[in-house]
């Protein structure tokens, strides 16, 4: 099973960036698709985006599309999400996790999930 580490989340102003990285353990990440997930308080956890095993196939919630971008680096293990003009709403618990869906975002119910790192945009 995948271990899965955050890392990168942290208070920034809006408009700002921030980037997330997932960095996978006891595993190597190349043969599965990867995906960032969040959930903000009192709402229900969303898919934000989903990279294919190799990179070339992505996709993204609308909330999110034209600001983030999510990459991934194999012979690194580790998967990013590159997070721009950052507004309020975008404020959440930002977790990652795999295998996912590119088509729907969604993960199965035997995927593996990391801790989650706190993603703040306030002025």
């Known amino acids: 099973q995948l271990q899965l580490v955050e890392s990168g989340g942290g208070l920034v102003q809006p408009g700002g960036s921030l980037r997330l990285s997932c960095a996978a353990s006891?595993?190597?990440?190349?043969?599965?698709?990867i995906g960032w997930f969040r959930q903000a308080p009192g709402k229900e956890r969303e898919g934000v985006s989903c990279?294919?095993?190799?990179?070339?196939?992505?996709n993204y919630a609308d909330s999110v599309k034209g600001r983030f971008t999510i990459s991934r680096d194999n012979a690194k293990n580790t998967v990013y999400l590159q997070m721009n003009s950052l507004k309020p709403e975008d404020t959440a618990v930002y977790y990652c996790?795999?295998?996912?869906?590119?088509?729907?975002?969604?993960?199965?119910?035997?995927?593996?999930w990391g801790q989650g790192t706190q993603v703040t945009v306030s002025s």
């Open positions: 990279i294919s095993s190799r990179g070339g196939s992505t």
């Open positions: 006891g595993f190597t990440l190349d043969t599965d698709a």
């Open positions: 996790a795999g295998p996912c869906s590119v088509r729907t975002l969604l993960v199965p119910g035997f995927g593996s």
